[in-house]
């Protein structure tokens, strides 16, 4: 009895905040503050512990925590035996290969035996090896963009976000070779309360995932027009429709995707639809 899920969160760093706002969204509000080991939620049979990214693979695969929520370059990184559950939507980045600024790029060949920097030597090598390219592979462990500056190496493999780091050292990226975000990770072999507790959590992220993914929105429409934005519209089972005061006038409520919202709008438009309206969805269980 008593069992509780141990739930490895990086202890402070780019995916902290995200990580804790997504457990309080699934109602997991966890108690003690700044700079613990541990803590406890009070409503939902689950521990944190507050780590280094680097350490959550290894410390999920030995069971020390029971999943983990970290960035995936992290988990390829460290290649221990662990299971991806699911992707969170977060913390996205890709890792890209970057050369000189003033160096003449000529595709992948062009790293044939030369030196690069970087804190991702295992999936670095991973891919040269796929690619039949020799390259020489300098680990260091942090400021991998200044290495061809101060002549540590011909090229760097690093993290980029935005690309204003390597422009301010005089790179420029020219091979993206993978994308991440942040995931949730578990060990193995769980046991079955734990598993248990693992799927309700789970259900807790799905319902924040598709909210974040959806929206609520009613319209007017004249009664000719009902059948066709039915069609544009699937609704979690079908769009409720309802008589207006006014005669001849209905109106129509749905859930529709963010990314299609926009162009479902303006077929709605051309439709006849009137006032239309989006709202945002806290939680979505489906
Ligand atoms: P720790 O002290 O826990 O080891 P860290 O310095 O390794 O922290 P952060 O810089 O906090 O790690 O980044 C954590 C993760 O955030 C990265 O592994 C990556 O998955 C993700 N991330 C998203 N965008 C970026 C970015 N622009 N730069 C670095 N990491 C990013
Ligand atoms: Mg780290």
Known sequence: MNERLKIAIQKSGRLSEKSLELLKECGVNLLGGNGKLKAEAKNFPVEALFLRDDDIPQYVEQGVADVGILGENEVWEKNKNVVIIRKLGFAGCRMSLAIPKDENYTGLSYFMD???????????????????????????????????????????????????????????EVETVIESEAVLIANKKLGKTKNEILEKLLLRIKAVRNASENKYITLNAPEAAVAEIIKLLPGMKSPTVVKLAEKGWYGIHSVVKEDEFWDIVDKMKQLGAEGILVIPIEKMVI
Do not use: C, Q, W
């Open 114 to 172: 030369k030196k690069i920097a970087t804190s991702y030597p295992v999936i670095l090598n991973r891919f040269f090896k796929n690619h039949k390219i020799r390259v020489e592979i300098e680990e260091i462990s942090g400021s991998v963009e200044i290495a061809p500056g101060i002549g540590l190496a011909d090229a760097i493999f690093d993290i980029v976000s935005t690309g204003s780091t390597l422009l301010m050292n005089g790179l420029k």
